[in-house]
C-alpha cells in the first residue's frame, strides 16, 4: 500500500469521516459509500503500517454455516475441497460459545446479532471483491487416507491472511470512491452544541482538521499504550508484547469520553495470547506477523521457571483458550513460559510458525540437559514430565476432537495427553503478546455512541475493537473479525 500524499485539508468537507483503516472502518466506509456518501478515511499507519490489527492477523473469521456444501459459493475453489469434511457450525453453537468463554459476560443483543449477520456481512465482502479461502493449513488435520477433517468452528479466513484481508479491502475502497489519507494521527473530536462535527489531527508535525457529518471510531483499543494498560489493567500488562500495530494508544476512546461518552464492555481484560519471548523483533513485526503465535500449545506441556505446570493445556479447543492464556503466563515468574514437546509430536505442530525464520527454541537429547538449558531445576523439571506421563490414560490420540486423553495431575491435562517420552526434547520460551483490549465506547445496536444517559451522542459512531461489550476474559478465535464486519457494516449504513 502506498502512502497518499497530504496538503492542508483543513475545513475538508465529507459526509462520513471514518478514524481508522482496518477491517472495521474499510466495512464502515464501504457500506457509507454504497449509500452515494462521500467518505474519507483517516489511518495513522503509512505503507506496510496501514491496516491496524487487521494488518496483523491470520484473516480467520467466524461465521455459522451448514457445512462445506453451504461455503461453496463464498471461498475460493480448491482441489482439496472434495477431500474436505467440514462439520456444520450452527447459530446455536456460536452463541453458545460466545456466552461459555466470556463467562456470561457477552452483551446478548450484540451477541445475537453477530451470530445472525456474521456469514452475509462476508457474503457482502465477497460480492465487493474479498477473497475467502477454508483454513486448510491452520484449522484441518489431514487423516491418514489423505481427507482432511476441519474443527473447532473456525473453518472460513481470507486469501493471504490479513496482508490479504488490507489489500483486498484497499482495493475496494478506492474502486468505490473511498478518499484514504494515511500518516494522519486523529487527536480529538470537534463539537458543535453537542453534535460531533469533525476531528483535529496531525501529520508530519502539522495540525489539521477535517469537517463531516458523522465520524466513526474505528481506532482499535488502547493496547499499544502502557499508561493506560497500566491504569486499566494492571501494571503487569507493562511485560506484555504488542503483536500488532503501535497505533492504537486509545487516543479516540480518549476523547470521546472527554466529551461524555459512556465506557463499554469490559476495560480490565484483553486478547493475549502465546507468544515467541526472545525473537530480536517481538513487537509489531510485519515481517511476520501472526507466526510469532505459538498455538500448538495443546499438544504439548507448558511448564514455568519452577519447573511446574500452571494450567491445564488441553482444556478445549484452541479456538476456546488460545486468547486467555497469555495472561496466566504473564502472571508467571518473569512472564515466562515453556512449551515442551517430544521427537513424536514435533512433526504435528503447526509449520508456519514453528518452522518459521529466528524461532526462539532449544532443543536436547534428554530432560536433564533441556532443563539446564533453560535455567530450570533438572530434578523439578524431570519429575514434573514423568509424573505426567505415569498419569496419562488409555484413550486413543485423536486431535481433531476433544479425546479425552487426560493425565490426571494437578493442574490436569483434559485432552490430548501424549507422554513426553521420546528424544530428542523441544522448549519453546513464550511470553504474553497482548492482541487488543475488550473495553471500548459503548454503543447501540448500529453503532451510535451512547453516553452516560444512554442517548446518542449526535454525529459519532463506534465499531471494531473501539466497540466495547462482545468480550470479556476470553473470546472464540475468529469473532473479533466477524464483529469488525457486521458491526463496521451497520455502522456505515446508519452514519
Known amino acids: 500500500m502506498n502512502s497518499s500524499s497530504t496538503k492542508n485539508h483543513s475545513g475538508q468537507d465529507a459526509d462520513v469521516l471514518v478514524i481508522g483503516g482496518g477491517n472495521a472502518g474499510f466495512c464502515a466506509a464501504h457500506a457509507a459509500a454504497a449509500r452515494g456518501l462521500n467518505v474519507t478515511i483517516l489511518e495513522r499507519g503509512e505503507g506496510d503500517r496501514a491496516g491496524g490489527n487487521s494488518f496483523f492477523t491470520a484473516g480467520a473469521t467466524r461465521i455459522a454455516h451448514d457445512g462445506l456444501d453451504d461455503l461453496l459459493d463464498l471461498v475460493e475453489p480448491d482441489a482439496r475441497h472434495e477431500l474436505s469434511v467440514v462439520p456444520p457450525y450452527s447459530a446455536d453453537e456460536y452463541r453458545a460459545d460466545l456466552e461459555r468463554v466470556t463467562e456470561g459476560r457477552t452483551d446478548p443483543e450484540m451477541a445475537d446479532i453477530l451470530v445472525s449477520e456474521a456469514a452475509d456481512s462476508l457474503r457482502w465482502l465477497k460480492s465487493l471483491g474479498l477473497k475467502y479461502r477454508l483454513m486448510y493449513e491452520r484449522q484441518a488435520y489431514k487423516r491418514p487416507d489423505g481427507s482432511y477433517l476441519f474443527w473447532g468452528g473456525l473453518h472460513v479466513g481470507n486469501v493471504d491472511g490479513g496482508v490479504g484481508l488490507i489489500a483486498d479491502h484497499t482495493r475496494v475502497a478506492k474502486e468505490n470512491g473511498v478518499t484514504i489519507l494515511y500518516g494522519v494521527r486523529v487527536l480529538d473530536l470537534i463539537t458543535d452544541e453537542g453534535t460531533v462535527c469533525g476531528v483535529k489531527a496531525e501529520k508530519d508535525g502539522n495540525s489539521l482538521t477535517f469537517q463531516a457529518k458523522s465520524v466513526i471510531i474505528a481506532s482499535g483499543g488502547f493496547e499499544a499504550s502502557p499508561k493506560m494498560r497500566g491504569e486499566y489493567m494492571g501494571e503487569r500488562w507493562s511485560n506484555a508484547k504488542v503483536r500488532g500495530t503501535p497505533y492504537n494508544v486509545g487516543d479516540l476512546l480518549t476523547a470521546a469520553l472527554k466529551i461524555g461518552a459512556a465506557k463499554g464492555g469490559d476495560w480490565q481484560t484483553c486478547h493475549s495470547v502465546q507468544w515467541d519471548a ?43 483458550t488460545y486468547a486467555k492464556y497469555g495472561k496466566v503466563i504473564l502472571e508467571q515468574p518473569d512472564s515466562l513460559a515453556f512449551q515442551i514437546f517430544d521427537s513424536s509430536l514435533r512433526p504435528h505442530l503447526r509449520a508456519e510458525e514453528y518452522d518459521m525464520p529466528g524461532i526462539s527454541v532449544e532443543e536436547a537429547d534428554s530432560l536433564e540437559e533441556l532443563a539446564n538449558k533453560l535455567g530450570i531445576s533438572p530434578s523439578t523439571f524431570s519429575e514434573t514430565i514423568h509424573e505426567y506421563n505415569e498419569h496419562i490414560s488409555d484413550e486413543e490420540f485423536d486431535p481433531t476432537v476433544k479425546d479425552g486423553k487426560s493425565s490426571d495431575v494437578k493442574p490436569p491435562k483434559s485432552n490430548w495427553a501424549t507422554p513426553i517420552a521420546k528424544a530428542p526434547f523441544y522448549a519453546f520460551p513464550v511470553t504474553c503478546g497482548i492482541t487488543f483490549t475488550f473495553g471500548g465506547l459503548k454503543g447501540d445496536r448500529d453503532g451510535r455512541v451512547l453516553n452516560e444517559e444512554g442517548n446518542p451522542i449526535p454525529g459519532l459512531f463506534v465499531c471494531g475493537e473501539a466497540l466495547g461489550g462482545l468480550f470479556s476474559t476470553n473470546y472464540p478465535g475468529g469473532s473479533g473479525l466477524a464483529a469488525g464486519c457486521v458491526f463496521g457494516r451497520r455502522a456505515g449504513n446508519a452514519a
Request: proline share 2%.
Open 278 to 320: 526472545f525473537h530480536p523483533v517481538n513487537e509489531s513485526n510485519i515481517e511476520l506477523t501472526n507466526r510469532l503465535t505459538r498455538q500448538s500449545y495443546f499438544l504439548g506441556l507448558l511448564i514455568n521457571k519452577d519447573g511446574k505446570r500452571f494450567l491445564d493445556e488441553g482444556a478445549d479447543f484452541r479456538n476456546y
